[in-house]
């Protein structure tokens, strides 16, 4: 027992940096089976990727004339797998949710490590307003490890730090979406040569869940494009337009390189930015996720986008008791519990959630996130094993033989150990 227990403290010696605080890379006991990180060792290169002459929104709304055009430029982490024998551990240094206050995160990667060889499929992760581009870096760590290419880029005028007017952000995001698939396609050296971008997919949480059905093929209502109040909703010079449904233009964004899209506690449905009609394009597998207290986006009207986008099979997976937070911010960082006198309050609650632990909805996220894209961009049919299941996690049942193997009365959360599945229900709907 004594040497397994100095195994396992140098297991964690070498998961994180020494004295390292706030761990992006917590994997709980008791999670779900394909939560824990992969075979890979984990690489993470910062890059900028400039869409060159994009329309300036915020400026739009103050000129006449001509559209004004500026350059849009986004910094992004890129996640990957690493060349064998790479060490890992890094610090990321950001700032919390009042846009001020230095945070320092550490996780598994290796910051500028060589990639190890092949190719790998691409899933872009994209924050909510306002967020960063490490909100959500725990998954991106994860994916790495099991075999993806995994990126999250910084929206401009949705962080921390330049919040802007909303309507850019409503035109901005499924455009940023688009422009990082093809930047990353096209992207040169070492990283670039292991991209499968052929092979993509999509995780948005909250205005990035907003992008992604309208990436994904989800246009705009005639609501969202002619509405005249409240004004933050209202883009400048009909911007909005180019994602109505059935326009040219929303037609052209779709990228049939992405292949499955995960969409966290998606804002839009609940101000009527889409209606039936124009959820009913989106044609892509999708997995929606939610927390079924969520009064940001609405869980009511969450489930008005799972039944009403009727072009795809797609899943509802519900956290009971959940609140906007559910599954896609990585923990609150030990500073976040502290006042900021730029927010009157401590940054904590941007990041946590009233009921759950947040390290156990990263880790349900993290375990669903890869069986959904093992499915769709790897193949993996065998995955599919993992969302057969009953609907509520309380109606399986524990039953297994003298042998230890699961007998017929068996009906619990696959990959879900003895008493952990609680809270959660997976709803199933089928194209029509």
Do not use: C
């Amino acid at each position: 027992m004594k040497h397994m227990l100095l195994s396992l403290a140098s297991v964690t010696a070498l998961a994180s940096p020494a004295g390292a605080e706030n761990p992006i890379d917590r994997i709980r006991p008791d999670a779900p089976a394909l939560s824990a990180y992969g075979t890979h060792p984990v690489g993470v290169v910062t890059r900028s990727f400039t869409d060159v002459g994009r329309a300036a929104v915020i400026t739009a709304q103050d000129v006449e004339g001509e559209l004004p055009r500026s350059d849009r430029t986004l910094t992004t982490e890129i996640w990957y797998p690493a060349a064998g024998g790479t060490t890992p551990g890094t610090t990321y240094e950001t700032v919390l949710r009042d846009g001020e206050t230095p945070v320092s995160l550490s996780g598994r990667a290796s910051r500028d490590a060589a990639p190890a060889s092949g190719s790998f499929p691409l899933v872009l992760i994209s924050h909510g307003y306002p967020g960063n581009r490490f909100l959500m870096s725990h998954l991106g760590e994860n994916l790495a490890s099991k075999g993806y290419v995994a990126v999250s880029t910084d929206h401009p005028d949705s962080t921390y730090q330049d919040m802007a007017l909303f309507a850019s952000t409503l035109v901005n995001r499924p455009l940023d979406q688009a422009f990082l698939f093809d930047a990353l396609s096209e992207m040169e050296g070492e990283i670039g040569a292991i991209i499968d971008a052929e092979n993509a997919g999509l995780v948005g949480y909250s205005m990035g869940g907003y992008g992604a059905l309208i990436f994904g093929g989800a246009g705009l209502s005639d609501t969202a494009v002619t509405r005249e109040e409240p004004a933050a909703y209202v883009a400048p010079r009909d911007l909005l337009d180019q994602h109505a449904a059935g326009s040219d233009s929303h037609a052209g964004l779709i990228d049939p390189r992405v292949k499955a899209v995960i969409a966290i506690g998606p804002w839009g449905r609940n101000r009527d930015f889409w209606d039936a009609e124009g959820l009913a394009g989106f044609e892509k597998p999708l997995l929606l996720v939610a927390g079924d207290q969520d009064d940001v986006s609405g869980y009511e009207h969450i489930r008005e986008i799972f039944e009403e986008t009727t072009g795809t099979d797609r899943y509802l997976l519900s956290f009971a008791g959940a609140n906007h937070n559910a599954a896609a911010p990585m923990p609150a960082p030990d500073n976040s519990w502290e006042v900021s006198e730029a927010l009157g309050g401590p940054p904590f609650n941007h990041y946590a959630d009233a009921v759950w632990d947040t390290t156990r909805m990263n880790n349900v996220l993290q375990h669903f996130s890869t069986a959904w894209f093992d499915q769709h961009l790897k193949g993996e049919e065998n995955a599919g094993r993992f969302f057969d299941l009953v609907e509520t996690a309380e109606d399986g049942v524990w039953s297994m033989t003298d042998a230890g193997e699961p007998s017929e009365e068996h009906t619990y959360w696959t990959g879900f150990p003895e008493r952990t599945a609680k809270g959660l229900r997976l709803e199933f709907r089928s194209a029509e």
